[in-house]
């Protein structure tokens, strides 16, 4: 079974190479075949001219003209062979670069790009996610690898016919020699894949260890609770861990060097025992035997390429076979989610609005969304967004109010029941990021075919309330941003990253505007004229704004609260106001501190 899975692998490895770069593996095995043979051919042409010069000492016939061939030969041969040396697994690699690191790198990108962000949040899918896209390089090793194991193969090839043409029995010692080494080489590589396994987490853990100094507010926070020797002691352990991991690298390494240089050692001295018994009885002659005793020092030298080349083939392959599990794993869950997916969809058919003739933007009925905990975020919700429609979603801290957003965009699935939404989405979640770029890439991304396009990026700044901002900064739309990567880059406050963020959701016309705390870095008074802006901005398109402040509500079409997971009240903030319920608590509570304030 286990070998029917890795003839599986290899067949896709092989695939891979092929498929991106035909004509670079099929030169390069083809060449480094051909130039192996060499030392072979060498040694026929040493043994020639030895034997010529030979005969020429005993018999006194023959002139230089006789051997000057076999000369020239021979030396452009070596000449030939001196500068093939150069061709070894480091020389390869960096020949094959461009075709399969990059190509490599591009087909995962590319794949990556498939992977639902439900299934990134699952510890296991986002610590393989990690491992595998760090190793890009990974089919480059493999390639130039088998390249120099197959030149240096055939090299061995062609010595053994060599040498049974002189004696089988030095023949049938070298094939022993090369069957233990092979043995040798096979049992490393195994423990180099244990080596992986132990290595990868220790490394990610310290990772998230070293990132820490880069986040400002982690920084502050350790020097303000004390918890650096903490922080120390777990940097020491993770570190250990490595350390053990890279000892277990290391040693098997060295083992196998050991056991090596002893088993060619050991194999030299019995070639040199059986040549000078086969010289006493007249079996073997000097040209033979210098020509034999050469030829294991070339051996030696091919042995040991094949040692450091297997290293790098297996943990290539070891490496690919991660993708590839990986990749089967993601197409798995995306089969899954697809059957789930059709499953969950709406007919909008089956829909009602309270407006007649509305067409419907977002929808959803008995809807319930579980997290992998198994903790059920929402229960049974129905809900029908007309377009056109602004919703406030309204609710304490946990009560679902992004999880709902979420479903509803399809970015998780639902545990059960169905959802719908028609047409392109906007979005602004609380914890975007801003990009180490230009004020406009990071504007234009949220609508990448039109990155480029200044009127749409400086459209979109003007509806997320940033334009006075960007006219401050020094080089406008062309600054950049953050001083991580840039030191002449700007920091932003809370407040202006917020504007671009809403800028970036303003990127062109979407159907729908998601826009989850999209002013939380401002003040209540700034807040509200930042929905002002957005409501205005708006142009009759389907927007849902949430915001732990309620104030924004009365700027909404239509109010939805939501209450552990369920959908409680449902109307317009005069309505609601009215029916003194939930919403019309938490807007009186929040009401009476901002009294408070001002008093």
Not at 104 to 128: A, G, N, V
Not at 303 to 315: E, K, L, M, N, P
Request: glycine letters at 8%; proline letters at 2%.
């Amino acid at each position: 079974m286990k070998d029917a899975s890795n003839r599986k692998v290899y067949r896709w490895i092989a695939h891979l190479v092929f498929s991106i770069d035909k004509r670079t593996v099929t030169f390069w095995l083809t060449l480094n075949g051909m130039l192996c043979i060499l030392p072979a051919i060498a040694l026929l042409l040493n043994k020639k001219i030895l034997a010529v010069i030979a005969g020429f000492l005993d018999t006194g016939t023959g002139t230089f003209s006789d051997v000057l061939p076999y000369i020239i030969f021979y030396g452009a041969v070596l000449t030939i062979s001196g500068l093939s040396a150069r061709i070894n697994s480091g020389f390869l690699y960096f020949r094959m670069y461009d075709s399969y690191y990059l190509g490599l790198q591009e087909l995962l990108m590319d794949f990556f790009q498939k992977i639902p962000m439900e299934l990134l949040f699952k510890k296991e899918m986002h610590d393989e996610y990690n491992a595998v896209i760090r190793r890009a390089g990974a089919l480059t090793d493999v390639t130039s690898a088998a390249c120099n194991l197959l030149g240096k193969g055939i090299g061995i090839l062609a010595l053994l016919i060599t040498a049974a043409s002189v004696s089988p029995s030095i023949s049938m010692c070298i094939f022993a020699y090369i069957v233990i080494m092979l043995y040798l080489n096979h049992r490393m590589t195994q423990k180099l894949e244990a080596f992986e396994r132990i290595y990868d987490p220790a490394w990610r853990r310290l990772r998230d260890l070293k990132l820490i100094p880069m986040e400002p507010n982690v920084a502050k926070e350790i020097r303000v609770y004390g918890s650096q020797k903490r922080v120390m002691n777990q940097f020491d352990r993770y570190y250990d861990e490595m350390e053990q991991a890279e000892h277990i690298y290391n040693k098997s390494v060295g083992t196998a060097g050991l056991l090596s240089s002893l088993f060619l050692y050991l194999f030299m001295g019995a070639i040199l025992l059986i040549c000078l018994q086969g010289i006493s009885k007249g079996g073997i002659t000097v040209e033979e035997f210098l020509m034999l005793f050469t030829l294991c020092g070339n051996l030696g030298g091919y042995v040991t390429a094949i040692s450091d080349g297997s290293i790098d083939f297996h943990r290539g392959v070891f490496a690919l076979k991660r993708q590839r599990a990986f990749m089967n794993m993601v197409d798995e869950e995306l089969a899954k989610k697809e059957r789930t997916a059709l499953a969950a969809a709406v007919d909008p058919a089956e829909l009602k609005t309270d407006t007649e003739h509305s067409e419907i933007a977002i929808a959803a009925k008995d809807l319930c969304f579980t997290y992998q905990n198994e903790r059920e975020v929402l229960h049974h919700i129905d809900l029908v967004i007309p377009k056109g429609q602004i919703v406030a979603l309204v609710g304490e801290n946990g009560s679902g109010k992004s999880t709902l957003v979420q479903v509803l965009m399809g970015i998780y699935l639902p545990t059960s029941g169905r959802v719908y939404h028609k047409g392109t989405i906007g979005t602004f979640f609380q914890d975007f990021f801003i990009l180490h770029k230009t004020v406009r890439e990071n504007v234009g991304i949220g609508n990448i075919a039109r990155m480029e396009d200044r009127q749409m990026v400086e459209a979109a700044i003007q509806k997320g309330g940033a334009e006075k901002l960007v006219e401050r900064l020094p080089k406008r739309m062309d600054t950049l941003l953050r001083k991580e990567v840039y030191p002449d880059g700007v920091e932003l406050s809370g407040g202006e990253r917020q504007k671009i963020g809403i800028a970036r959701a303003s990127m062109g016309s979407h159907d729908i505007l998601v826009l989850d705390e999209p002013a939380s870095a401002l003040d209540p008074i700034a807040e509200l004229e930042q929905f002002e802006q957005i409501k205005e901005n708006l142009a009759g398109n389907t927007a849902i704004l949430i915001s732990h402040r309620i104030g924004f509500a009365q700027l909404a079409d239509r109010i939805l609260v939501l209450d552990k997971g369920r959908i409680v009240e449902d109307g317009t903030h005069e309505k609601l106001m009215k029916r003194g319920g939930l919403y019309a608590a938490m807007y009186q509570q929040q009401a009476a501190w901002y009294q408070k304030e001002d008093l």
